[in-house]
């Protein structure tokens, strides 16, 4: 198991999952994030090297793809 999956509430370690694949691991905190309280919570993924990913870059990134796709034209499948 080389990735832990930490999530804290009001600056205490709630929970500790490990996982070996990253994937499923950062799959986890991205369903964390979705649901979690931005006020007192937060969580991240942690490999052997340090961090992976913590739930204010899946939620920043989240944003700038939405921000992306409502600022793009929406085009019809036939090219009109």
Request: aromatic share 12%.
């Amino acid at each position: 198991m080389k990735y832990a999956f930490v999530t804290v509430e009001s600056g205490y370690v709630r929970d500790v999952e490990f996982f070996d694949d990253p994937g499923q691991a950062v799959l986890a905190l991205a369903e964390f994030a979705a649901k979690m309280n931005c006020e007192k919570e937060d969580g991240a993924v942690f490999s052997p090297e340090g961090l992976v990913a913590n739930a204010d870059h899946l939620l920043k990134w989240h944003e700038s793809v939405f921000k992306e796709a409502v600022a793009e034209p929406h085009r019809r499948a036939d090219g009109i």
